[in-house]
């Protein structure tokens, strides 16, 4: 964690002590560093579990930049695992929407929009750049489509990378840069924007 001095204090103590839409079910906090905006709208629910969120990670001394989190109405965030947002990343969860993350790390200036459900499993990296959404945010054909993303353990997601709805992300696969994910990716390999794609094998291991 950064020095005690980078932390917004107050805002921690808002987030933790003080608000209705926090609940503890474990030890974790939340943990904003300056920069770092976070809205709970109207019977959202921010659920803690053992993890802490820390928001707004890795910023540059003397940088101004925001990272902003956003749960509308009826929206619910559970946070089963320690998640690192780095400054310049957007989290939005729709009203009456649901996101699920286990142990995760964004990087900066990456972007996620929940207006149904996603979920993510245990020790999924992102990358810079990278854009996550399960719906069209617009109607076609006279509806507004959503469907859930799911994205398993151990998943790792390159710069630059857009996740489309209705995808899925095989545990211990990675996904390249540049890569438009919108078919399901199997399990344990490397997915990238060609046709074909490296299968890793089951006991594969990549370094943080």
């Given at each position: 964690?950064?020095?005690?001095?980078?932390?917004?204090?107050?805002?921690?103590?808002?987030?933790?002590?003080?608000?209705?839409?926090?609940?503890?079910?474990?030890?974790?906090?939340?943990?904003?560093?300056?920069?770092?905006?976070?809205?709970?709208?109207?019977?959202?629910?921010?659920?803690?579990?053992?993890?802490?969120?820390?928001?707004?990670?890795?910023?540059?001394?003397?940088?101004?930049?925001?990272?902003?989190?956003?749960?509308?109405?009826?929206?619910?965030?559970?946070?089963?695992?320690?998640?690192?947002?780095?400054?310049?990343?957007?989290?939005?969860?729709?009203?009456?929407?649901?996101?699920?993350?286990?142990?995760?790390?964004?990087?900066?200036?990456?972007?996620?929009?929940?207006?149904?459900?996603?979920?993510?499993?245990?020790?999924?990296?992102?990358?810079?750049?990278?854009?996550?959404?399960?719906?069209?945010?617009?109607?076609?054909?006279?509806?507004?489509?959503?469907?859930?993303?799911?994205?398993?353990?151990?998943?790792?997601?390159?710069?630059?990378?857009?996740?489309?709805?209705?995808?899925?992300?095989?545990g211990g696969s990675v996904i390249g840069a540049?890569?438009?994910?919108?078919?399901?990716?199997?399990?344990?390999?490397?997915f990238g924007s060609k046709a074909e794609h490296?299968?890793?094998?089951?006991?594969?291991?990549?370094?943080?």
């Open positions: 964690m950064s020095k005690f001095k980078d932390i917004d204090i107050l805002q921690y103590i808002k987030l933790n002590y003080l608000s209705k839409n926090v609940i503890h079910e474990g030890k974790g906090k939340i943990v904003p560093f300056h920069g770092a905006h976070v809205e709970l709208g109207e019977n959202s629910k921010l659920i803690m579990h053992d993890g802490s969120l820390e928001i707004g990670t890795n910023k540059v001394k003397g940088s101004k930049g925001e990272t902003l989190i956003r749960l509308r109405k009826d929206a619910t965030w559970n946070v089963n695992g320690y998640c690192g947002l780095s400054y310049g990343v957007t989290v939005e969860v729709n009203s009456r929407a649901e996101f699920n993350t286990g142990y995760l790390t964004v990087n900066t200036n990456s972007t996620i929009v929940v207006n149904q459900k996603i979920s993510m499993g245990n020790d999924v990296m992102i990358g810079r750049n990278t854009v996550i959404y399960d719906s069209d945010f617009h109607v076609l054909n006279g509806e507004k489509s959503s469907k859930e993303v799911t994205i398993g353990d151990h998943v790792w997601i390159a710069t630059n990378v857009t996740v489309l709805k209705g995808v899925h992300i095989g540049g890569t438009i994910v919108k078919e399901n990716v199997p399990d344990h390999v490397i490296v299968i890793l094998s089951e006991n594969a291991d990549w370094e943080r």
